[in-house]
């Protein structure tokens, strides 16, 4: 029926430890949502911040959308998540007290249409395990060359 569309935030698995996930609704405008599902938008440099009781995405790249006329949205601009209060409430308190942050991880459109944001309630890494990561997808990359080779 409607194609997916799957944004990814790679830099967020590397940096961070991901604690817990939760999908979140998004406000948009509709030249917002188009945009999104052209798939061009941008999750990277984004993240999560609490004004009040409420969570909104900061810094979220959602390009202007082509055919749009003067009520085209800005590229930039704070958008606010949908969650219910209970979310909210563990999300707020987890904040404040652990000092853990909350990141954007995925971008997508659901089987409705409707655009989501997969945010992780995370932990940051040090680099020893930023190193270690990264030596592990050397060697899984390593065996599946062998692998390949050997079928």
């Known amino acids: 029926m409607l194609k997916t569309v799957n944004i990814l935030n790679k830099r967020a698995r590397f940096d961070y430890e991901i604690i817990e996930k939760y999908s979140a609704g998004i406000v948009l405008a509709g030249t917002e949502i188009k945009s999104i599902r052209l798939g061009k938008a ?11 009781t409420e969570l909104f995405a900061i810094n ?21 998540l949908l969650l219910k209060k209970k979310e909210l409430k563990t999300l707020a308190r987890a904040v404040q007290s652990k000092g853990l942050t909350v990141v954007p991880l995925k971008l997508y459109t659901n089987d409705k249409g409707l655009a989501k ?11 020893y ?3 270690e990561s990264l030596k592990e997808q050397d060697t899984k990359r390593d065996l599946d060359r062998i692998k390949k080779i050997h079928k």
């Open 117 to 127: 944001l997969e945010i992780g309630l995370c932990r940051g890494k040090k680099t």
């Open 129 to 131: 395990d930023k190193r």
């Open 42 to 52: 941008n999750i990277t440099e984004s993240f999560c911040e609490f004004t009040g």
């Open 60 to 80: 979220t790249y959602i390009e202007e959308y082509t055919f749009g006329n003067q009520f085209n949205h800005k590229a930039r601009s704070e958008r606010k």
